[in-house]
């Protein structure tokens, strides 16, 4: 059995880049001789050390507390470093338990949102939600992309994927002001959304002006230890597919709904993101619920 080892040697037996072997050195965990070529050698000394590094270095533990322990070991040491290990492990078991429900959690939103019907609007009841915002205006996907970042640092991980929990506060204006050449943007295209047919092509975005049809008044992330509250309440629902420049244009079929019934739309409406830019690359794949909160004549006597 050999007993001394050169650099490659040793680092394919433990699987070891040689750059980090050259680290252990210089820290003073490794002491590998020289042969008469120069080269490194390691011997049984370093391989018990190896032993530990590897082992010490699967429970997450820095090099350099590693270098301590190597250089100050003792059964005392050895008993305290193992009970740590094993309350680091339980540790770790907790966040990836916690982890495995929010990645399901989120499977499970985009599942849902695959299969959500589009173009329809409808009357829900909606418990108090509490929430973090942002409320700084924008007026583009970019801006909103910053906006959303912020917020999800709130978070437990920071995870924008599969969160319909994040989204959107915007109002609509009474002002339809035409762009150069004389005609709306989006002036016709409400006869394309007729009968729930999604939009998918020739979207501008939100690239609206604080002007336009509709005016974007912050980020939200709903979170149950957020300080403030979206009320409970009826809402009405309508879940969109395709680029966003189709909010205002089913929120303005919203608040016509709402009068139809006899209902009072009350402002803002909210933009939930079900699936976006985070999800998919393809425009015609996002999925956007907008829910406002209506009253009757009754809720103001």
Known sequence: MKDVYTIGEIGKLFRIGADSLRYY??????SPRRG????????PDDIWRLNIIRDLRELGMSVESIGSYIQNRSLSS???LLTDEIWMVREQQKHLS???QNLSERLKILLQAENLPAGRITEK?????RYWAIP?????????????????RRGEDGRLIGNNRIGSFFELSGEKPAPEGGENKLEGRENELEGGEDVLEGGSGREVSPGGRARYTGAFLIRDDGPQTIPEGTY????????????????EKMAAHARKQGLTAVPPFLELLWADIHE???TEEFVTELQVLVRRPADFS
């Open 25 to 30: 050195e210089r820290l003073g965990i490794l």
């Open 36 to 43: 008469e070529n120069g080269y490194r050698l390691y011997g």
């Open 78 to 80: 050895t008993v305290q």
């Open 98 to 100: 916690l982890l495995r």
């Open 125 to 129: 009841h909606l418990e108090e939600r």
């Open 136 to 152: 700084e205006s924008y007026c583009c996907d970019d801006e909103m992309n910053l906006l959303m970042q912020r917020l999800v």
């Open 236 to 251: 009405l629902s309508l879940v969109y597919r395709g680029d966003y420049f189709q909010s205002p244009i089913w929120a």
């Open 280 to 282: 998919t690359a393809e």
